[in-house]
């Protein structure tokens, strides 16, 4: 039984949202914020954190996470976002998750803890699916944090690229999960799509 007060959630929630047309933290499912209806989804025992950017802090339902840190520089992306949590995380562990991935749940996050714990050498665990790296949802040691800032210094931004580095380690995501786990909000026609899903 994993002790969940040593592992942050923290969710990236910083993007501009331009095919979106408004910053994807203020989305609104069945009338809710998404980050009310993300945390209802993900039933965290421990810690959680939301990731913002420079401009878009205070989100819609940002009091309901635990903190609310925010980069330092806005435009670098999802691994700048990274380095923030890591920057700012006071547990042994960082599940991280994006507030654009609706159908990420519980299962998954759990999952990954489950993984990095069989790792014990591992600086974090990358999914893969569909023979594809998926950045996120993804676990990180606190560790893991020189590694992540250098590549960024380096200019090397994507996450996925973590999966080359040394102590990184790839698992194979179920292949029970939805394809609906991996699905991006990235524009109004993505948004239909999951919310008629729901119906």
Excluded at 30 to 54: F, H, N, Q, S
Excluded at 75 to 89: I, S
Aim: a negative charge; aromatic letters at 6%.
């Amino acid at each position: 039984m994993n002790d969940y007060s040593n592992i942050t959630l923290a969710v990236l929630a910083g993007g501009q949202g331009a095919r979106m047309g408004k910053a994807k933290a203020e989305i609104k499912v069945d009338g809710k914020p998404i980050l009310e209806c993300l945390l209802a989804e993900y039933r965290w025992p421990g810690p959680t954190m939301l990731v913002t950017a420079p401009g878009r802090e205070h989100p819609s339902g940002y009091e309901l996470f635990h903190t609310e840190v925010v980069d330092p520089v806005a435009g670098e992306g999802p691994l700048r976002g990274l380095l923030t949590a890591l920057e700012n995380v006071t547990t042994p562990l960082l599940a991280v998750t994006t507030v654009d991935m609706p159908g990420v749940s519980r299962l998954q996050l759990s999952w990954l803890v489950d993984e990095l714990e069989r790792r014990p050498r591992a600086l974090g665990v990358i999914c893969r699916h569909a023979k594809q790296i998926e950045p996120f949802p993804s676990i990180f040691r606190a560790q893991a944090i020189d590694t992540v800032r250098a590549r960024l210094e380096s200019g090397r931004t994507s996450v996925y690229g973590l999966s080359d580095q040394l102590g990184f380690e790839v698992a194979d995501a179920p292949a029970d999960w939805s394809d609906s786990v991996w699905m991006n909000l990235n524009s109004p026609a993505d948004l239909l799509t999951f919310l008629n899903r729901r119906v």
